[in-house]
C-alpha cells in the first residue's frame, strides 16, 4: 500500500490535471452558465500552472515505478514542462480565437488535459504497452480536436485524414511491438535492451522490421519522412489554435517517446555520456538519410503553398529534420540540442500559428492575400511574426538560430556527416525563400484599403510573452543549455 | 574604462527603440532625432580617431567578457588598423544617410528605426573580434536591409530584396558551418579570432566529405571566401548587387555600396589571412584573377548601361576588384593600398549613389540613354552648374585622377601587386581597368552634362542646402585623401605590416 502510495505520488503531476478535468466536469454540470466565458480557460491554465509545480517537486531523483512501466527522471520533468507550458498557452490562444466557438469552449479545455496526460504518459513510458497507451490516448483525442469546427468541411477532412493514418501508423507500431515481445519476451524497455546486447551483434532482419515498424509509429507523431503526409491537411484543417497546440504538444511527446526509445531500447549509455547502438544495429546512416529526407520534403514542399497555415504545416516537417539531425550521431550533445530545439522551437511556432489565427479571425481566410499589408495597421502583431519568422529561419539573435548551431555543431563534432550540416544549411537557405513570403505580404505589400485594424490587448500580450523567449534565448542561452544537460544526465 | 565601442553600438539601437515609440504624425521630430542619435557615434568615431594608436598592431579600445560560457563564446570588441578606417566610415556615411533620407515620407518611423538598426549591425561587425558575435551582427544587418530595400526601394523591390537576402544567408550559412568547424577543430575550443590566428591550428587536419579525405584549411578557406565574395561582390556572385543597389532607395544605396561591400573584403583580411595563412597563399592566385576579372568584367558592364544608377553600381564592382587585387598581392603597398581603396571606394561611391539620387528627386528618372533609344538626359551642366561641379570630384575621384583619393589608392594597388614577380602579367591586363573606368564614367559625364541641353531639363533645379550639405564632407575627403592620405595609411600601418609577417 506504502508502495503504491508512492508511485501515485511520483505521478501528482498527471493526477493533478486529471483532478483539474473531473472538475471541469462537475462544474460544467453544476454551473452551465459558466461553459461560454473564460472560466474554462482559467481553471485549465491553473491546472497546467500546478502540474508545473508538482513536477518540480516530484522531479528530484530519478526512479522508475509501477514495476517499471513508467520512470520519472529529467527526461520526463522536462517534457512535462514543455507539455504542460504548451497545453496553457494552447488555451489562451484558443479562447482569443472565433475559430474555437463560445459553446464548445468547454469541450475544448476536456479534450486539451486529456490529451497532455496522454503525451505526459508518452515522455514517461518504459514500457511499450504504456507508450502505446499513451499514443493511442494522444492520437484518438487529437482526431477529435482537429474536428472541432463540426460544421466546417475542412476541418471534417482533417479529423478523418488523420484517423486514417493514425490507424495505419498504430497498427504497424503495435505491430512492431509485438515483435519485439516475440523476439525478447519482454515490453520492458530495460529488459528489451539487455536481450539485445546479449544478442551479441546477431541481429536479424525481424529486429530490424520490428525497428522500422516501431519508427513508423512514432515517425507518425513527429511527421517524419515518410509518414508526414496528413500534416499539411490536419494542420490547414483544424482551427488554428489546435494547429498551434499539434504542431508543437505531440509532436514533442512523439520526440519524447523516440529519444527514449532509441536511446534505452537500441542504443547503449558509453562511459563518456554519449551512446552508441547495440552492436548490429547500424542506426545512424539511417537517421540521417531519414533526417536529409524530411527536411528535403518539407522545404521543397512549402516552397509553392500560398496558405500560409500550410506553409507553416510544411516547415514544422522541415523543423522535424533538423532536429533529427541532432540524432544522427547520439551523442550528448545532438540531443541537448534537440532538447534546446525543442524549447525555442515551442516558443516561436505557436507564436507563428497564433498569428495566423488573429489573422484569419479578422480576413476570414489565411493565405498570403488574406496578410496584405497587416503589419502596417498592427505593428505589434507584424513584428512578432516577423520576429517568429527570423526563428524559424534560424536567423542570429533569434533561439531558433542557437537551435540550429547546437544541431550543426553537434554533427560537425562528430566529423562523420558534413554532408548532412552541408544539406542542412542549404535547406534552411531554402526556407528563407518562403517563410519570407509571409513578410513580404504582411510589410511590403501595401494594404488595398486603409483600414484600422486593431490588434487586442489580450492577443498583444500573449505574442510579446512568446516574442520575448524568442530574442532573450537567441542572445543568452546558458541557462537552458545546462537544464538541457541535466536532463540528459539523468535519463534512465 | 569606458566601453566606447559598445557605445557606439548600441546607441543605434537605443536610438531606434526611441523613435518607434515617437508619435506616428511627427514625421519630422524622427528625423531629427535620428539626425541626433547617428551624431553620438560620429563625435566618439572623432575621438577614436584623435587616440588611436597608430604604432601598435594590437587591439585597441579593448572590451572582453564571457557571453556564453559553455561554448566559450566571448563579448570581445576591439578595433586595430584594419577596423579604424572602417569604422569611421560606417559612422560617418549613415549620419550623412539620415540626412539625405529626408525626403522619404511614407513610413518613416519604420524607415528610420530600420536604418538605425542597420548601424548596429555594420558597426557590431567591424568591432567583434569573436567570431560568434562577428556573426551575429553579420547577420542581424540583413534583416534590416531586407526590409529598407523591399519596403522604401523602386519598381522590383521586392525582387531585389529577396535576392540580396537569399544571397547573403547563403554565403553567411557556410560561414557558419566554417565557424563551428573551426570552434570544434581548434585546440582548445574557440571563437575567439586573435586565438585562432595564433599558430596554424587547422594546418595537415582533414576531414571526409563525401568520401574523399579533404584538408581543413583549405576547405574552411572555400567556405569563408565565398560567404565574404557574395558580399564584395565577386565575380560571380555579383548578380544581387545591380538589382539591390539599384532598386534601393538612394542612402540604402550609400549604405550597401559605402559600408556593406567592405565587410567582404574586410572579412577576408580579418579571418582568411590571419587564421589561414597556408591556404590564402594557396588561393592568392586565384584571387587575382577573380580580381582581375572584377575589374574588367564590372568596366565592361558599366560601359553598356543607360540607366545612371546601374553604371554607378557596375562601377563598385569594378573598384572592389582593384581591392582583390591589391589583398592578393601580399606585398605592404597592395594590402595598404587595398584597404585604402576600401576608404576611398566608400566615399567616392556614396557620392556617387547620392548625386544620382538628387538627379532622381528631380526628373524621376535616371536614364542616360532612355530604353526606347531616345536621349535621357542632356547638357545639364548649364542648368545645374553646383550638382556637375560635384558629379565632377566624385567621377573623377572614382576613375582614379591623380590629386583625388582613388589615384593613391589605385596606384598603391598596382604598385604593390606589379612588385610581386608573380602577378606582373595580371597586373598589365588589369591595369586595363583604369582605362576603362576613365572611359564609361567620361562618357557618361559627356552624355548627361555636357552638348546641348535637353530643353526638357532647361527648370531643372540645383542642389539644396542639405543635399549640399551632405555632400560637402565627402568632397573634402576624396581631396584631402587625395592629396595627402597619411591620414587613413598611418591609421593602419602597423596592423598590416603585422598581417603580412605571416606571408613572408
Redesign the interface.
Known sequence: MGETLHNVMLLAPEVCITLFLCLLFIVDGLFPSLRSNRFPMILTVVACIASMILTAKVGKTPAAYFGGMVVNDGFTTFFRYLFFFTAAVSSYVAFGSKEVEAKSRIEFSLLLLCVTVGMSLMASASNLLVLYMGIEMVSIISFVMAGFRRDNLRSNEASFKYLVFGGVASALMIYGFSLIYGLTGSLNYSQIAASLIAAQGNVGLITWLALVLIYSGLAYKISAFPMHFWAPDVYEGAPTPITAFFSVGPKAAGFAALLRILLTVFAVKTGDGNWKAVEGLSLTSIIAVISAATMIVGNLSALGQTNVKRILAYSSIAHVGYMLMGLVTLDRSGITAIIFYLIAYCAMNIGAFWVVGVVSNIRGREDLEAFRGIG?SMPVLGTCM?IFI?SL?G???FSG?IG??LI??SV??S??F??L??LG??N??VS??YY?KIL?SM??DKPETEESLRLPFYHAVGLVGLAIPTIVLGL???PI??FAEKTLATLL | MFPILSVMTYIPLLGMIIILALPRNNPNLVRWVAVGVTAIPLALGVYLYLSFDRSTASMQFVEQFDWIKPFNIQYYMGIDGLSIPMVLLTVLLTFLCVIASWGIETGVKGYYAMFLFLETGMMGVFCALDFFLFFVFWEIMLLPMYFLIGIWGGKEKVYAAIKFFLYTLFGSVLMLLVMVGMYYYSEPHTFNLLQLAQGHMFVGKTVVLFGHQLPVDKLFWIGLFIGFAIKVPVWPFHTWLPWAHVEAPTAVSVILAGVLLKMGTYGILRMNYPILPEATLWAAEFMMVLGIINILYGAFCAMAQKDLKKLVAYSSVSHMGYVMVGMASFTTAGVNGAVLQMFNHGTSTAMLFLLVGVIYDRAHHRWIVKPDGSKGFGGIAAVVPVYTGIMAIALFASLGLPGLSGFISEALVFLGAFSNPRFQTYVVIGSLGILLGAAYLLWMFMRVFLGPLNEEYKDLKDMNFREVFTLMPLCALVIVLGVYPMPVLNLMGSTIEKLLTLFS
Open positions: 502596417w516577423a527570423f529561419t536567423i542570429p539573435m538560430f540550429k548551431f550543426f555543431g560537425i563534432k566529423g562523420g558534413l554532408w550540416a552541408l544549411v542549404l534552411s537557405v528563407l525563400y519570407v513580404k510589410w511590403l543568452y542561452f546558458t543549455l545546462e
